[in-house]
Each structure stands twice: as C-alpha cells, then as structure tokens.
C-alpha cells in the first residue's frame, strides 16, 4: 500500500467560521472572500454572517486548555501511529492541531476522523463533556522535501505559540 506525506490540520468546533474577522473561506471556495487570515477583510465586512453562524452554534468555540493538549495529541499520535501511519510531527494549540504523516492515499481523510475520535473519548476521560472537533479536516499532499522540511519547521515553531509539540526523535 502506498503511502503518501500529508500536512493535515484539524480544527475545533467553532474556531472558523463564516464571518470570522481574522478572513475565511466557504466550502469549495464556492463564494470569493477578499483576504485571509494575513490580510483580512475590512472590520465589519461579514459581521452580520459571523454573528448568524455564531447564533448556530450548539455551544460555545472550542478552546483546548493547555493542560490538556499533551493529551490530545498523545491520543492522535497513538491512533494515527495504531492505524499503520508515519508520524513526523504534531502540534496541538487552542483551536488546532498539525500533523505531518504519512499515510495512504485513499485514508487522508478516514484514519485523522478516527484519530479526532479516539482523541475525543480520551478527553472525556479527563472530564471533558462537549464537543470538541470541527467536521472535516484538511490534508495537503506534501509536494517535496522542501515543503516537507516548510510543514515540519512550521509545527515546530508553534511551541512558541503556546501549543504542545511533539517531534519524531526529540521525545527519545
């Protein structure tokens, strides 16, 4: 089974949403949105959407704690690793988690739902009792070692950041 290098980031429930004034995108790009996230639209712009997706929400956005990171991203590492993946790095912050993994093709999208899963049933061992992910993830090819090394350096950098990293190697 052939198995390719993905960047897969997965976000929490709440943590994007239509309207966000940090920039956004719409599913499939189906609506254009001037800016994003390092030049975001003019305030006020979406306010109207972001306020009617904030009303849908079931629970407030998610933010992990810092004392529970660790976990999450233990739990990830151990399903993804479980299910026959790669692991190179991860970084969970507040409403994020990155990964750097190689998997097979035809999984990038099932084997991080079942690792969000498992990473879930393990916070709620823990005490946590609401939802905690975001529908869907996003996993981008890696396209060579360039972008390899790129994805890697940018998770590694998001300790600074506050969020638990963990790196192949460094943990030994």
């Known amino acids: 089974m052939e198995q390719t290098w993905y960047h897969v980031i997965l976000t929490t429930y709440g943590a ?3 309207g966000d004034p940090r920039g956004f995108r719409t599913r499939h790009h189906r609506e254009h949105i001037e800016g994003d996230y390092k030049n975001p639209p003019p305030p006020g ?16 956005p998610v933010v992990i704690p810092p004392n529970l990171r660790q976990v999450v991203g233990l739990a990830i590492k151990e399903r993804l690793t479980g299910l026959g993946a790669l ?9 994020h988690a990155h990964i750097l993994v190689k998997m097979p ?20 061992g823990h005490g946590w009792k609401s939802k905690l ?5 996003k996993a981008v090819p890696i396209r060579d070692r360039a972008h390899q090394l790129n994805v890697y350096h940018y998770i590694e950098r998001h300790a600074r950041q506050g969020a638990w990293v963990w790196l192949w190697g460094k943990d030994r």
Do not use: C
């Open 16 to 18: 994007w949403l239509y």
């Open 133 to 137: 992910w975001g529908k869907r993830g």
């Open 45 to 60: 712009t979406f306010a109207h959407g972001e306020q009617r997706s904030r009303d849908s929400l079931k629970q407030p």
């Open 87 to 95: 692991l190179i790095a991860i970084a969970v912050a507040g409403q």
């Open 105 to 124: 093709m035809r999984q990038r999208r099932a084997w991080p739902g079942v690792a969000k899963r498992h990473a879930w049933f393990v916070l709620r």
